[in-house]
């Protein structure tokens, strides 16, 4: 099911031409390795477009990001260089590298956007253009980005609130796997808002028996809890090692997709997921930094484009399972 609020209608019929041309064309660790790629059949490159996120390492959401990203970079012959780090100081500098390397456009997440602003504030004065994708929605504009594509994690994570309320949850224990993290932040407080009785809980992503072992306490401590909600696919995959370890009967729900999730919902262990369509956040991304630099289309007439939140559940998993295992959804 399609959560479609008056505000992304207007978003994406602002967006539709611009959208319709794009889509006809294209933790806690060190500093990941950098590849580059570009489209095979092309006999040259156009452009050299840097991707900066803030992968950590094993997470399999960000195989999609790139998926996305180099498969546009393939249909525009752009040069792809993707980079990423956890930590907000390194992927600063990741960005700033990419600027002294004068590329033709950057496109970066914004997860923490205030250890961020000084690198992207000197691409935009090198005359560097500037997307963000994933995460920022509410920074991209202050910090001189000229687009955002992505999902609002406050309207998602309200979404959840109220499905999780109409369902009967008093207690949902929200996960953020994170710190500092404004997307994931803004989740639980969407959940919050909408269902008075949630609880957070900090975990160490990047540890996955670290993670199974929390949850696992905090859910044998306190039998009330009847519903766990991670902000990662997986984070969903380590609750439900903790569920059976602590014998907890919540509901699980969680954001984002990947097959393991996708098929746990298909097996009825989650009970949906709310999807942002990260292949999609790269695809894009790297697309329109194209047409900008080769059309000077405009890019910030529309405001940010939303690509979520989208529920997964049992009603369309049959569907969207086999995008999950092809890494595209």
Not at 88 to 96: F, G, N, R
Not at 162 to 184: F, Y
Not at 225 to 252: C, E, H, Q, R, Y
Request: with cysteine; charged share 20%; glycine share 8%.
């Amino acid at each position: 099911m399609h959560l479609t609020s008056p505000r992304r209608l207007a978003i994406v019929g602002a967006s539709a031409a611009a959208l319709a041309l794009m889509l006809s064309a294209c933790s806690s660790g060190g500093a990941q390795s950098t590849a580059s790629s570009s489209g095979s059949s092309c006999k040259g490159t156009t452009y050299t477009i840097s991707m900066v996120t803030h992968e950590a390492p094993g997470d399999t959401f960000w195989d999609k990001i790139r998926a996305g990203a180099e498969t546009a970079a393939k249909n525009e012959c752009v040069k792809l260089v993707y980079s990423a780090d956890p930590a907000a100081d390194k992927q600063a500098q990741l960005i700033q590298t990419a600027v002294d390397s004068k590329v033709d456009g950057i496109a970066t997440t914004l997860a923490t956007p205030d250890p961020l602003a000084g690198s992207v504030k000197a691409a935009t004065a090198a005359g560097i253009p500037v997307v963000a994708f994933n995460s920022g929605i509410d920074a991209y504009k202050k910090l001189g980005a000229l687009e955002y594509f992505g999902s609002d994690e406050t309207l998602a994570g309200q979404t959840v609130g109220d499905r999780l309320t109409a369902d009967g949850i008093k207690h949902p224990l929200c996960v953020i796997q994170a710190a500092g993290s404004v997307a994931l932040e803004a989740r639980c407080a969407g959940v919050k808002a909408k269902n008075s009785g949630t609880e957070n809980i900090q975990v160490n992503g990047s540890d996955d028996s670290a993670v199974v072992s929390s949850i696992q306490a905090k859910l044998t401590q306190d039998p009330s809890i009847d519903a766990i909600v991670t902000l990662g696919a997986p984070i969903a995959m380590d609750a439900l090692k903790s569920k059976t370890a602590a014998n907890s009967k919540a509901t699980l729900v969680t954001f984002d997709l990947n097959v393991d999730a996708a098929q746990a919902i298909k097996d009825g262990k989650i009970e949906f997921s709310v999807d942002q369509q990260p292949y999609v956040q790269g695809y894009m991304a790297v697309t329109a930094l194209y047409l900008y630099l080769k059309n000077g289309n405009d890019l910030g007439g529309g405001g940010p484009v939303l690509t979520g939140p989208s529920y997964v559940d049992k009603t369309n998993i049959d569907k969207i399972l086999p995008f999950a295992k092809n890494n595209t959804r």
